[in-house]
């Protein structure tokens, strides 16, 4: 069956086959008109160098061959092209680069070769169509289960990804591209600790590899290895100084220990350069200290207009801009950014939300009281875990921050060992019947007892010594019925705050991955409220198992709320949670600045600057409460404020 390709695709093969009827400069023009519709196209840049040739125009080859592989790796015509040009003008190291990437793509198959191809011009559809079309047929080959990872990646399904890489290395350990690969998805996943040694013996391998470095550096910063990563990344910054990426990922570093004067000095720099200019406004937007001019806003606006700038770029950019006006109180340009950087993103989403909401709908049929009565006394019997829980920007960050400031808690981050060990019950092919949460009753005593002692297992590596930790994964919630099987002594605490203020709170915030719910109104309501009506659920058929605190009580009455917390954990008062904002541990959310400051009611009514453009989040915030019966005050159970 051939692959269903997208309209773009299709439009630009019949363009570039016009163009080969007309004569060299006609065709060139015909090319040149279409690079701004088809700026990441390698195939057009391929299609430019060849008609260059033709001019003869040597130079302008070189460039466009260079273009067309760096956009598409997947190109032998242009590996080629490029071998001869480099030689001919003596450039003998890229030229036996280029044409052992030539050699290499004519030892492939050439359905392989032709799914890479595909991957390259951002034809994922199409592409994972092809190369498991070949699976099927040929069997394992570590090439097309390398680009099925890699469109796993792009699909930001990294659990698969990290499966098919680490049977790739299995099977051919001195492929380095992708060990590297492997190294990377196991670090986007945090899970570090399998991470280094990946990259150590990647290391060994070529110890100067720039890229092999960086990845280290972020390796060791999320290992608690912070002093290990800023050496690395500075070192690095030594050699290469216009590499801006390396100034914002140490200026996170910085960031989170609240150093951020210091990392403002290292970004100014950078935000000169127009090439990186979207993730260094967006990193100075996070610091609290920071005030853009308003010669650097006249830049940012500039930059998110122009045609060249890519989109990953262009809402960093929107991101930053509204974030830069709203402190300047020019809220209807604020928001107006916020909405177009939301928009921009959620274009390039290709994970549908719906999902995330078929599966909590899925719990209460399975995870009854009938059914934890059941299992009562399996799993592991340890309380060492506190889970935090519930939607991003609700105040979780700052409950870590005060019961980490206690001396028989360790604060560590947000932990991915519980979505782990829940996907293994997964289904990988979506046309299959749901296992999970079905799958649970199917589990022994053995399994449920070894799955908890293998969660503090591997989360061990996090902690400092004290007798209890916290995991701040807020999406925890929606498998709080597995934790309790595996782990039933461990206490949950629910971070609530306002439906208004914290679906707004999320709307103004760009996350670094995950959260695919929050970039339209529609979609970030429903899945609030969704998150409202399970926690509801967990209340009913988990009496007394978790607590709720409400962001607006801690703040109206903190010590009363530190004292509640401190009772339902059994851990005994301790002042220096009332001095959280003294903590000196490093916080690695956007939070990191508000914890580092006392408590303040400045974020309890900071989205009614905005309440003129909210009528539409307000709306579809009534409609699916209502549909969920959620309708009430504040503080009925788990219902759901709008105002």
Known sequence: ????????????????????????????????????????????????????????????????????????????????????????????????????????????????????????????????????????????????????????????????????????????????????????????????????????????????????????????????????????????????????????????????????????????????????????????????????????????????????????????????????????????????????????????????????????????????????????GLGCQRADPIFIVGMPRAGSTLLEQILASHSQVDGTQELPDIPRLVHQFRDRDPAAPHRYPAVLAELTAEQLRRLGEEYLEDTHVHRKGAPFFIDKLPNNFRDIGFIQLILPNAHIIDARRGAMACCFGNFKQLFAYGMEFKYSFPELARYYCHYVALMEHWDAVLPGKVLRVHYEDVVEDLEASVRRMLEFLGLPFESACLKFHETTRPVRTVSSDQVRRPISREGLTQWRHFEPWLGPLQEALRREAGALGLMGPRHAGAHVSID
């Open 1 to 376: 069956m051939e692959p269903l390709l997208s309209p773009g695709y299709v439009q630009l093969d019949a363009e570039l086959r016009s163009a080969e009827a007309l004569s060299g400069a006609q065709r060139l023009a015909a090319l040149q008109a279409l690079e701004p519709h088809y700026p990441r196209s390698g195939r057009l840049q391929q299609a430019l160098a060849q008609t260059h040739l033709t001019l003869g125009q040597e130079s302008q080859a070189l460039s466009a061959y260079r273009r067309a592989v760096q956009r598409n790796d997947a190109l032998a015509e242009s590996w080629t092209g490029l071998a001869r040009l480099c030689r001919g003008r003596g450039e003998l190291s890229e030229a036996e680069e280029a044409a052992r990437c030539a050699f290499r793509l004519t030892q492939l198959p050439a359905q392989v070769v032709s799914a890479s191809s595909l991957l390259n011009e951002g034809e994922l559809g199409a592409a994972e169509q092809t190369v498991r079309d070949y699976l099927q047929r040929h069997g394992a080959h570590v090439d097309a289960m390398r680009i099925l990872a890699q469109i796993s990646i792009r699909l930001n399904v990294l659990d698969d990804a990290e499966i098919l890489l680490e049977n790739v290395v299995a099977m051919r350990p001195e492929y380095a591209a992708a060990r590297f690969e492997y190294a990377s998805v196991l670090a986007q996943r945090r899970r570090y600790e399998l991470a280094l040694p990946q990259i150590l013996q990647l290391l060994r391998q070529d110890s100067r590899n720039p890229l092999y470095r960086k990845l280290h550096a972020l390796i060791c910063d999320g290992l608690g290895r912070a002093d290990e990563a800023l050496q690395i990344y500075a070192g690095l910054l030594q050699e290469r100084p216009r590499d801006t990426e390396l100034a914002v990922s140490m200026a996170q570093i910085l960031r989170t220990r609240g150093a951020g004067d210091e990392a403002v000095r290292l970004l100014q720099p950078a935000l000169r350069a127009p090439a990186s200019r979207g993730a260094v406004a967006l990193a100075l937007s996070n610091i609290r200290t920071y005030r853009f001019d308003d010669e650097e806003i006249a830049q940012l606006r500039h930059a998110a207009a122009a045609e060249a700038t890519s989109l990953a770029d262009r809402y960093q950019l929107c991101f930053a801009l509204g974030k830069a006006l709203e402190e300047r109180a020019q809220y209807e340009e604020s928001f107006a950014y916020y909405a177009r950087g939301n928009a921009l993103k959620r274009s390039e989403i290709k994970v549908n939300p719906e999902i995330l909401i078929q599966t909590m709908r899925r719990q209460p049929l399975v995870c009854t009281r009938e059914f934890f009565a059941a299992r009562r």
